[in-house]
């Protein structure tokens, strides 16, 4: 028997694919620093937990396909906090970003269309293309320029008569970029110029830096009809097993499209938006002192990477992800050997290939991303042994 073709083609995710080796070298008794993927070691909130500890139903019965109206309600109440107006019609919750990211490309695209994107970018964006039918068409972006959106001549050349959708994310996976209001105000104008939509992964808006704040999409006036937003909890309560997102627009034909789609999978997770609620009842100052904390983090990676004359690299803006480029021919083989032969004191690094975050074939071979999402003691081991391992890489 024969698989599809699609089963066959889909991309291994870079931030994923080496677990295997990360966990064989566990078992030779090494430590692994894990910088590969983004999953923060910062507390969920109590109160996440308390909630579902709370729950009294005797039944833990099907909620319903678009989300329970209480999860809507405060989440209506936190965009608003950001002066951004939402009624619960614009509100579909998603099991977790991802789901809400297959929904919004379903949503604005048929088999064969075509969806712009700046790379490098969220490498499971791949993924949920190729499960779509959808093809990604890449605006390539330079560490240079800090990733920020070239001039819209650019996109201007990867328009066709099939494309759909531009798809930005600010605070940047991978990158850290986070876009400034002018162009996220040039790539909406562009949008309504071509007849696009515009999606926005917008699931780190909360983490910037260094005075910075997040401009939504939400905020761009006269794309009501055409944007659309893909949230999550994952990052912003650091609750990323919970499995909590959404979609959000206040076009009504695509939310209605939205919501069939939701009921074809019946309903996302009741005791985890239970949880929610809670979440988006903290004070809005609860993110002070957790910003605080990725900036320190951010700021001593950033400090030892660049002390090594070869690597080239821009300070993050926002999110918990640097973009770095490696004086190495490849960050896979660099990123295997870290797992299978380096080994400073019984420990090493466990790092994500920048391959995986392009669509270009060979863009991103010496570039690698890592997630300063470990605590500041460990994080700054695990970049001095980076840097030693460079120093002996012979790849």
Not at 112 to 135: H, M, Q, R, W
Not at 185 to 213: N, R
Not at 302 to 317: A, C, D, R, V, Y
Request: with cysteine; hydrophobic share 40%; aromatic share 10%.
């Amino acid at each position: 028997m024969k698989i599809s073709a699609r089963a066959q083609s889909i991309q291994e995710s870079p931030i994923r694919k080496l677990t295997a080796l990360a966990n064989a070298a566990k078992k030779r008794g090494t430590t692994v620093y894990y910088l590969n993927i983004g999953q923060p070691d910062i507390h969920t909130p109590a109160v996440f937990l308390q909630k579902i500890i709370a729950y009294g139903e005797k039944v833990l019965s099907y909620g319903p396909s678009d989300g329970l109206e209480a999860l809507k309600e405060a989440m209506a109440k936190y965009f608003a906090f950001f002066n951004i107006t939402l009624e619960h019609k614009n509100i579909v919750i998603a099991t977790g970003g991802s789901e809400a990211i297959s929904f919004a490309f379903n949503a604005v695209a048929d088999p064969g269309d075509e969806i712009i994107i700046p790379e490098p970018f969220y490498t499971n964006y791949n993924g949920y293309a190729s499960l779509c039918n959808v093809k990604i068409v890449p605006v390539t972006t330079r560490a240079e320029d800090g990733f920020h959106l070239p001039d819209m001549s650019e996109f201007e050349k990867k328009v066709g008569p099939r494309t759909r959708a531009i798809l930005l994310c600010s605070p940047n996976n991978p990158t850290g970029t986070v876009y400034s209001a002018e162009e996220l105000k040039a790539i909406g104008a562009f949008a309504k110029k071509h007849d696009l939509f515009l999606i926005a992964d917008e699931v780190y808006k909360e983490f910037t830096y260094d005075g910075k704040t997040h401009f939504s999409v939400l905020q761009l006036l006269g794309l009501e009809d055409r944007v659309i937003v893909v949230d999550s909890i994952s990052k912003r309560y650091s609750a990323c097993g919970a499995r909590i997102g959404a979609v959000i627009s206040r076009n009504e034909e695509v939310m209605k499209g939205i919501a069939k789609f939701a009921q074809a999978r019946l309903c996302p997770p009741t005791l985890e938006q239970v949880g929610a609620v809670g979440a988006y009842e903290l004070p809005h100052d609860y993110f002070k002192e957790v910003m605080a904390e990725y900036q320190k983090r951010r700021d001593i990676l950033f400090s030892i990477l660049t002390s090594h004359p070869g690597i080239i690299l821009q300070k993050p803006e926002g999110a918990f992800y640097i973009m770095a480029k490696l004086p190495i021919r490849d960050g896979e083989t660099f990123a295997r050997w870290l797992l299978n032969e380096f080994n400073e004191k019984n420990e090493t690094v466990m790092i994500a290939p920048g391959e995986g975050f392009y669509s270009t074939p060979g863009r991103g071979k010496d570039e690698v991303r890592l997630a300063y999402v470990i605590e500041i003691p460990k994080l700054e081991r695990a970049a001095r042994l980076l840097l030693k391992a460079l120093d002996r890489f012979k790849g």
